[in-house]
């Protein structure tokens, strides 16, 4: 199992990066490519994957199962696909609107990419709940998950920016993400199915120790 | 200790490239910034002074001014912009994308002193090196704004503003602005034409680039005037909002501006021979749009 959740942390930080670059093109047509472009972004991104930490951390508490850890890339996947259709729609009414490209962009930015990227930043912490057993390793195996999900982020910028953009449309590379969450939510619905899953009891005491400890 | 061996080794190196390339060694770096979007150099080679966006020793010069001679144009491409001049003879606004040196502005500001134009640079560093280094000091009726080409274009379109000619000149050899290649900024440019409009695009010869771009501007304005100067890979695009006057209408403009521009270094007798139609690019080549630009990986091939 711990494998099958090293690829879907993996996916999850190569969708994160993947879809952050290609804000900074989405965005261009309508508000350029100047510094503050990329200070939305990169703002949006940002505040998206801190609130998306948060929420996911909440979720591990109740009953976390591969079940519902597959419902959040569907999740993702649903937000992320509507960008193909409506993004276009939507930078143009704020383009009418906000005329200081600097607020418009972070407007822009934040309608696109938030919803998704919050739901893409619950994935981190709740393989880290899916992984740990004791108190002992949990340390051990945060990192090796922010291992695996920021390798997927560094090779999701490398294959976006040096090949992705050059073989495909942004709304190909967009769907390719879509099918990619989709994949992946696919992936965490048959393991749940068939795979083993370990008696609630024995991996949810030794936190809940370690939480009483802590309080 | 890091901070203090930095220098040293910044020197060292700079020893080492001017020991290395004896015939670069006479131009002197007077100014040099880091600014937002590129690191600015200026150097000055007897009285000639040079722009640039990079220290690297073969990156292409920008803009140059000679400073005894400081209306003429250095180079074939400023020249080659000014053939737009040729379809467009009297134009009322002029709208300039990119500043460099600010020799487009200047001289079109001195040659029609009726005209106004907008001048639009991303880059408030480049604005102010213009000023206080290229003699950039242009009448009222030049505004200069900083802020992104793309943005600038796509607002006055909306504003129903109309230019005679607008001048692309924001490319550097370093980085080029992808939304500024694509289908639909090219229309956009084009509907901020008046009837009979020109655009002016001051680009590049070589690289796998040449294809996309060319069949982009073919896909927007059909035929185009496709100036080429092999030997400094500079490529200007005259293309127009309607018909395409034939040699003989631009010849006879050549006549009634040559005494304007004559100061400026502008002959139009070897413009006109180089105000070619004919497409040498691959008509096959994927149209660049807003979906799909990789011009910076396809300039680099």
């Known amino acids: ?215 | 200790m890091r901070h203090r061996s930095l220098p040293g080794l910044t020197g060292l190196l700079l020893a080492l490239a001017l020991t290395a390339l004896p015939a670069a060694s006479q131009a002197r770096i007077i100014h040099q910034e880091n600014s937002l979007y590129s690191n600015i150099v200026i150097d000055k080679r007897g009285p000639v002074l040079c722009l640039q966006f990079s220290v690297r020793r073969d990156q292409r010069n920008q803009s140059c001014m000679n400073e005894r001679k400081p209306k003429e144009m250095v180079f074939d491409y400023a020249r080659m912009m000014m053939a737009s001049l040729l379809i467009e003879p009297e134009p009322k606004r002029i709208l300039t994308l990119g500043l460099g040196g600010g020799t487009l502005p200047m001289a079109l500001d001195e040659i029609f002193p009726e005209v106004r134009q907008d001048v639009v640079e991303i880059d408030p560093a480049v604005v102010r090196v213009a000023r206080e280094y290229f003699r950039f000091a242009p009448s009222e009726r030049v505004n200069v704004f900083a802020q992104d080409g793309r943005v600038f274009v796509k607002r006055a379109a909306t504003q129903g503003e109309t230019y005679d000619l607008i001048m692309l000149d924001a490319f550097n050899g370093e980085y080029i602005p992808e939304h500024l290649m694509t289908r639909e900024f090219l229309e956009e440019v084009r509907a901020l034409l008046a009837p009979g409009g020109v655009v002016a695009a001051n680009t590049f010869s070589i690289s796998d680039l040449y294809d996309h771009e060319s069949v982009t501007y073919q896909a927007v304005f059909g035929p185009f005037f496709n100036l080429r100067t092999d030997a400094s890979g500079n490529r200007v695009i005259l293309a127009a909002n309607g018909p395409l006057p034939d040699r003989a209408a631009m010849a006879e403009r050549a006549e009634g501006l040559a005494d304007l521009l004559a100061p400026y270094g502008v002959e139009f007798a070897p413009l006109l021979d180089m105000m070619d139609t004919t497409p040498d690019w691959d008509p096959d080549a994927a149209v660049l749009t807003d979906q799909y630009s990789p011009v910076n990986l396809l300039q680099g091939r």
């Open chain 1, 1 to 215: 199992m711990a494998a099958i959740i090293y690829i879907l942390a993996f996916v999850g930080g190569f969708s994160i990066m993947s879809l952050e670059l290609l804000g900074g093109r989405v965005l261009a047509p309508y508000f350029g490519s100047s510094i503050y472009v990329w200070g939305s972004i990169i703002t949006v991104f940002m505040l998206s994957l801190s609130v998306g930490y948060l929420l996911g951390g909440r979720l591990s508490l109740h009953q976390p199962t591969l079940g519902r850890f597959a419902l959040i890339f569907l999740g993702a996947a649903i937000c992320l696909y509507p960008l193909v259709y409506f993004s276009e729609d939507i930078m143009v009414w704020i383009f009418e609107r906000v005329v200081d490209p600097r607020y418009g962009s972070l407007l822009a930015s934040g309608v696109l990419f938030i919803v998704p990227t919050v739901i893409m930043g619950m994935i981190s912490p709740y393989s880290v709940r899916m992984l740990v057993k004791t108190t002992d390793q949990s340390g051990h195996v945060a990192g090796i998950l922010y291992f695996v999900s920021t390798l997927g982020s560094s090779l999701g910028t490398l294959a976006t920016s040096f090949y992705l953009i050059l073989w495909f449309e942004i709304n190909t590379i967009l769907t390719l993400l879509t099918c990619g969450l989709l994949a992946m939510a696919a992936l965490a619905g048959i393991a749940s199915r068939f795979g083993p899953t370990l008696p609630r009891s024995q991996h949810a005491a030794p936190l809940a120790d370690a939480a009483e400890e802590a309080a």
